[in-house]
């Protein structure tokens, strides 16, 4: 991964060099290993790199001979079938000219439908005296974007647009409210007011500092068709898989996997052991003396089982109290998803050794795995109900306020994924693909392993793989009371010590448990903060702090979550200490 940013102003002026700099510093975590910067008229760009792949010659910004420059962040795969479809082009010997700028110039503002990978890119063209951001069609990587009456500015996270002065950092309530009850916040607009995410698979097109166009790339397709049996499909889905990972095994420096025992992480692994003839570097995360289920005795045993090198990572209670700040401070864009806890130490762990480590994640959304799928498929009077249809406070009396408008952002993407043809499953899958999955698991990876400048990479989540599994029938996604079916049919045979049919159990940290232990000084804390006073009644939270229930552990963990991010991100207050030292700064 990298960053990038970058400013082009309305007048025509040439954009302020502090300006500049302080957007440079603000991403260079993302890049530590050098950066550049493009200026020309009224534009500047900035990419600070993390070098992957082509460590001496991969140096950005790229240009080709008409002037067009590119900064990115990210990873295009089958660089070598490009540059073959490419050949007929006059410049496309030139070797410091990236296949996407070769594709931009060929078919313009749609040149992102023939990529294949994970991407940030912004392209200035000085012919057509445009700027074009484009996204990757699952938002693995991230862009966001400002527009003010001076300038238009864009970055890889909110975070360096605030701290560069282009824009206050102040709170949008309505998005507050969403992330308070779903854990993350929906569509373009951010919880920072006048903020906006550029969307997954979108480009935008920017002449004198204003968006003149939009255009949006699917990430899935409603055109598949799998007329073969059950085995037939078993071997297709081993082809593209093992096609997928190979491809995201791309790399000039060392590279493992973040393997949790689960199904989807134990797919990469048995294919990262089949394609590799070194042993396999796999990292799992652990909760000692916890009520959750701890997976690392099985994610052990698989990974004995090719001879991988397994590191074992402990995440306990001093953790929780120790790290949380500085998780809470680096989610800039807010998910409070307790899973950033064990991502964060992962890649702190694994990046003594590593810069790139592929996961699991988009698994479940494409092979349908979650068990709110199974749930939303059953009759009422069998427990069927829809998705995310009561909010993490709902019926606590915990908020001053309570309304139905946090669900707004969600309704649109579901009335958005409702496509004629599409079944009910399928647009469960394709609504989680549009909000969930760009705005909560894959935000989460990028901030935690980015704050240890580390790569994630997803190779579910791959054109070709989503093509496959979306497209597939639910009866093959779904049988037997059991999602992912056909992946669990695959599994059993490649590595059947993974035991994909059994009941395997959902992924938990006991942040409840460790909440529970210090309610009686951490409510009070909580509850006298403004921010929280704000919008929360304070006798209630304290009542909710110290309710030993799943429920209210979970809607604890939020507005302590909430607590510690706002005093990072709206008072400005830096992480220094632990939860009780920031709590309590003045």
Known sequence: M???????????????????????????????DGDGIHRSGNLAMIQTRLAIIDLETGDQPFYEPRGAALVANGEIYNYVELRRELSDV?????????PPLHLYRRMGNRY??????????AIHDPVEDALILSRDPFGIKPLYYVETAQSFAFASQPVALIEAGLIPAEMEPDRRDELLQVQFTCGRETI?????????????????????????????????????????????????????????????????????????????????????DRPVRSFTVGFSGTQVYDEREHARMLAHSVGAE?????????????????????????????????TWKLAQTAARDLKVVLCGEGGDELFAGYGRYRTLLRPWWLGGRAIRARGIFDGLGVLREESNRWRDGLTASEATAASEGRTKLQIAQATDCADWLPNDLLTKLDRCLMAHGMEGRTPFLDREVAAFAFGLPDQVKIREGKGKWLLRRW????????????????????????????????????????????????????????TK???????????????????????????????????THR
């Open 90 to 98: 006059e410049f496309s010997t030139q070797s410091d000219c990236e």
């Open 549 to 583: 229930n799943k429920r209210a552990g979970f809607a604890a963990w939020t507005l302590l979550f909430y607590a510690l991010w706002y005093r990072r991100h709206m008072e400005g207050i830096t992480a220094k200490g632990d939860v009780f030292d920031t709590l």
């Open 192 to 276: 920072f007011r006048g903020i906006n995410r550029v969307l997954p698979g979108e480009t935008l097109i920017v002449r004198n500092g204003r968006i003149v166009d939009r255009l949006r790339q699917p990430a899935l397709s409603d055109n598949g068709h799998h007329p073969t049996g059950v085995d037939g499909l078993v071997v297709q889905l081993d082809k593209i898989l093992e096609n997928s990972v190979e491809m995201h095994q791309r790399s000039d420096v060392p590279y493992g996997l973040f393997l949790s025992g689960g199904i989807d992480s134990s797919a990469i692994l048995a294919l990262m052991s089949r394609l590799n």
């Open 2 to 32: 990298c960053g990038i940013a970058g400013i082009m102003t309305r007048d025509g002026s040439a954009p302020d060099p502090e300006t500049i700099e302080k957007l440079r510093q603000f991403v260079h975590h993302r890049g530590p």
């Open 310 to 342: 397994h590191v074992e990572v402990e995440f306990g209670e001093a953790d929780f109290w120790s790290l949380l700040p500085q998780i809470a401070a680096d989610m800039d864009d807010p998910a409070a998803d307790y899973a950033i806890l064990p």
């Open 112 to 121: 992102t439908d023939a990529l294949r990978g994970m991407y940030a890119i």
């Open 491 to 546: 599994l059993n045979g490649v590595m059947p010590d993974a035991k994909p049919f059994e009941r395997k159990r959902g992924f938990t940290v006991p942040v409840g448990e460790w909440i529970n232990h210090q309610a009686d000084r951490l409510g009070p804390l909580v509850a006298g903060l403004p921010a929280i006073e704000e919008i929360a009644k304070p006798d209630a939270v304290i009542r909710l702090f110290s």
